[in-house]
């Protein structure tokens, strides 16, 4: 059974800093693309940073750009997105999602964590 648990969300100050994790379990990490989205109240969800970890490849949403990065430690079978500089838009519920790259249509969500940031 695959399971995705976030941690690290939290309330923080415009300009301060966070870092996300996301550990995975029941999954083979290499063979997954691996992401972090997230909503915020009232808007859509939407692409933050993804990273293939076999690859060494990563990409950004515009928004973040410069930002936040995103690891992946493929011992520990957990993602990361260290986010600084953070602005009160980055506010939302943030997720974490492997999409296989072996198994097509097969994916998985965690159920998320909040990060909050006051101005």
């Known amino acids: 059974q695959v399971q995705l648990v976030e941690s690290g969300g939290g309330l923080v100050q415009a300009g301060g800093s966070l870092r996300l994790s996301c550990a995975a379990s029941g999954l083979t990490f290499s063979n997954y693309v691996m992401g972090w989205f997230r909503q915020a109240p009232g808007k859509e969800r939407e692409f933050v940073a993804g990273?293939?970890?076999?690859?060494?490849?990563?990409s950004y949403a515009d928004s973040v750009k410069g930002r936040f990065t995103i690891s992946a430690d493929n011992a520990k079978n957990t993602v990361y997105l260290q986010m600084n500089s953070l602005k009160p838009e980055d506010t939302a519920v943030y997720y974490c999602r492997v999409v296989s790259t072996t198994s097509a249509g097969t994916d998985y969500w965690g159920r998320g964590t909040q990060v909050t940031v006051s101005s």
């Open positions: 990273i293939m970890w076999s690859a060494g490849s990563s």
